[in-house]
């Protein structure tokens, strides 16, 4: 499983820096293209150090590599994201929240319009609201699986109000044509990598939806508005030109959403229509609460909430800091941990204790729940055992069929057949 999924769109934003990283690190200035050059260099070191590791093993290359390049900002804080992002492919939510504070640890500074609001449950609010509208967009962070569980929530509701398009970002160019029926596989992307995001795909499908890839990229240079533009065309080819009343959900990452310059605004002027912009990432959890956005700390401290919110006003309209930029403003409460799992993680499945035997010594060890059970399937649940006295815990459900236990290498040293027999008191 490959870490690296650096775009052309990204090395043209480490481009925009280069001249402050020179400045920064009192180098003497570098050209565009000398710059370009030293971050490719870096690049393939990554690719070379990660390219068909086991992600545990690849941790530890990212790692290694971070103390080589820590003077170099731009590459040193694209590890950091490498890091994080491989720390949620591992299930382990809070060292990923960990690494991208440290590449951005200072916290946003309070809204006091914050005072003044009032929360709803975020999965009625928006169900009751996506009924007046063609197009719903929700955001994520990438390295925040808790995300796509606010999708997942509201898939069912939205089949039934007349929903039939699911369009993701993260799905690989036709993607949808080329998923087997019964699981995920993992060529279906790189974020759908990561077993939640796997079982949004795989509940979407069971429900109905027709699966949409759309984000192909752009060359380097051309930006965002090349990209966003590019995203429309597939979209209006794919869908909106034979079906132009068809409803469709589309889960994007971070700024995609943006009615302002990003692909909410190019979609809208291309079809004419105005989505419900939905957005779960500027007033979130972090690792520790020196680094939360204040606005968060202050709403998480004075509302009392156990499931994700919406933030409204008096008069029951959604609250948005930047109405220009997006519709709903999504919060969700701090994580709380049974057997060292996120509870939002469970999608209503049985939490199970790891017996530690089966890694038979091996540390860390990567224990996987697959619904087949191939060699190509996306795991419906992970976890990577790296301490074996912490009690850790796996998600079953009655559609899990086996677990497997593999070491650093990728080698297999355990299997198990569900369901498991309960472990002797």
Request: aromatic share 10%.
């Amino acid at each position: 499983m490959k870490i690296l999924h650096i775009t052309a769109i990204f090395i043209s934003t480490l481009l925009t820096v280069a001249p402050l990283q020179a400045e920064e690190s009192s180098k003497e200035e570098l050209s565009k293209e000398e710059y370009l050059k030293e971050v490719n260099k870096a690049f393939g070191r990554i690719y070379e150090a990660t390219n068909g590791k086991t992600l545990s093993a690849q941790l530890v290359a990212l790692e290694a590599l971070s103390v080589e390049y820590k003077d170099n900002k731009p590459v040193s804080d694209l590890l950091l994201q490498e890091r994080g992002t491989a720390y949620s492919l591992m299930g382990k939510h809070q060292q990923a929240l960990y690494a991208f504070d440290q590449h951005d640890p200072n916290p946003d500074e309070l809204v006091p319009a914050v005072k003044d609001l009032e929360t709803r449950d975020a999965v009625v609010a928006i169900a009751e609201t996506t009924r007046n509208y063609q197009v719903v967009m929700i955001n994520e962070a990438h390295h925040v699986p808790q995300h796509r569980v606010l999708t997942y929530r509201l898939l069912e509701q939205l089949w039934d109000q007349g929903f039939r398009y699911f369009a993701l970002e993260a799905l690989s160019p036709d993607a949808e044509n080329e998923i087997p029926k019964d699981y995920v596989h993992k060529k279906a992307g790189f974020y759908t990598k990561e077993p939640l995001f796997a079982s949004l795909v795989h509940y979407a499908r069971q429900l109905g939806f027709q699966l949409i890839s759309y984000d192909y990229g752009s060359e380097i240079g051309t930006g965002t508005e090349a990209r966003e533009r590019s995203a429309v065309k597939n979209l209006r080819e794919k869908v909106f030109n034979s079906e132009p009343d068809a409803k469709m959900l589309i889960h994007v990452g971070y700024s995609h959403i943006n009615e302002d310059g990003w692909l909410a605004h190019y979609l809208k002027e291309a079809i004419k229509i105005d989505p419900l912009t939905v957005n779960q990432t500027d007033f979130t959890e972090r690792s520790h609460i020196k680094h939360e956005p204040e606005s968060y700390t202050w709403l998480i401290e004075n509302h009392d909430f156990n499931n994700p919110v919406v933030l409204t006003e008096a008069d029951d309209a959604f609250w948005s800091p930047t109405p220009a930029e997006y519709d709903i403003t999504v919060i969700w409460p701090r994580t709380e941990y049974r057997l060292n799992r996120p509870k939002w993680a469970s999608l209503e499945r049985e939490l199970k204790p790891v017996d530690i035997s089966w890694c038979e010594q091996n540390f860390p060890c990567t224990i996987e729940v697959y619904r087949v059970g191939n060699e190509d399937e996306v795991p419906s649940d992970r976890i990577v055992i790296t301490e074996p006295n912490v009690p850790t815990g796996i998600f079953i459900s009655e559609s899990s069929q086996l677990i497997k236990v593999t070491d650093t290498e990728g080698k297999l040293i355990h299997t198990e057949t569900l369901p498991l027999e309960e472990p002797e008191s």
